[in-house]
């Protein structure tokens, strides 16, 4: 079984930043691609980044490129997503997710391949 544990998420003013992380268990991390979506309330799920197993590609979400970062690190067995410039359009509970399959070359951008989701971590830009 895989456990995936969101951290970092917080209140903060728009036009700050904010680091959320990942801590994965349960089976080889570096061999799967992993991703981060967001649900705001009222609002269906949504992509907002995502990795492949390697590190060697992402993307993103058009909302969030430019001010949004995906990085891992397969030695720590962590994702994590780097946010600046936050606006009050991010304010939304983050989820990350595990690729089902290994090896995937490009980074998964819908939600149905990820088969391993962590409880959520709230972010919360308002002045």
């Known amino acids: 079984q895989v456990q995936l544990v969101e951290s970092g998420g917080g209140l903060v003013q728009p036009g700050d930043s904010l680091r959320l992380s990942c801590a994965a268990s349960g089976r080889t991390f570096s061999t799967y691609g992993m991703g981060w979506f967001r649900q705001a309330p009222w609002k269906e799920r949504e992509f907002v980044a995502a990795?492949?197993?390697?590190?060697?590609?992402?993307d993103y979400a058009d909302s969030v490129k430019g001010r949004f970062t995906i990085s891992r690190d397969n030695a720590k067995n962590t994702v994590s997503l780097e946010m600046d410039s936050l606006k009050s359009d991010d304010t939304a509970v983050y989820f990350c997710?595990?690729?089902?399959?290994?090896?995937?070359?490009?980074?998964?951008?819908?939600?149905?391949?990820?088969?391993?989701w962590g409880q959520g971590t709230q972010v919360t830009v308002s002045s």
């Open positions: 990795i492949n197993w390697n590190g060697g590609s992402a």
């Open positions: 997710a595990a690729d089902r399959l290994p090896y995937r070359v490009v980074p998964v951008t819908t939600s149905a391949p990820y088969l391993y």
